[in-house]
Nanobody
Framework: VQLQASGGGLVQAGGSLRLACAAS????????MGWYRQAPGKQRELVAQ???????NYVDSVKGRFTISRDNANTGVHLQMNMLQVEDTAVYYC?????????WGQGTQVTVSS
């Protein structure tokens, strides 16, 4: 499975960005897709994830501001980020789970300025 992330950039606090992650290769039976982020000097953390059946999970700090969604073919996932805060600045990574194996995409930088 190959994951291609896009959509990062520079935005002012209070603004919005939409991240996209496209999966290719052996994409059947992907059970879960999600987004993680890693800020400088911090550990990588889960931001949001969505299962094949549509169940979602968010880290508390983004609840009410971020929305994860996936396409019907289960080949991609999006992260709509609203009301961005400086604390959301990080490299965002796409991840999927298939057959018990974890796959990661390259990161995309999100920078929120005050």
């Amino acid at each position: 499975v190959q994951l291609q992330a896009s959509g990062g950039g520079l935005v002012q606090a209070g603004g919005s960005l939409r991240l996209a992650c496209a999966a290719s290769g052996s994409i059947f039976d992907i059970s879960l897709m999600g987004w993680y982020r890693q800020a400088p000097g911090k550990q990588r953390e889960l931001v949001a994830q969505i299962t094949r059946l549509g169940s979602t999970n968010y880290v508390d700090s983004v609840k009410g501001r971020f929305t994860i969604s996936r396409d019907n073919a289960n080949t991609g996932v999006h992260l709509q980020m609203n009301m961005l805060q400086v604390e959301d600045t990080a490299v965002y990574y796409c991840r999927c789970l298939r057959g018990g194996m974890s796959y990661w995409g390259q990161g995309t930088q999100v920078t929120v300025s005050s």
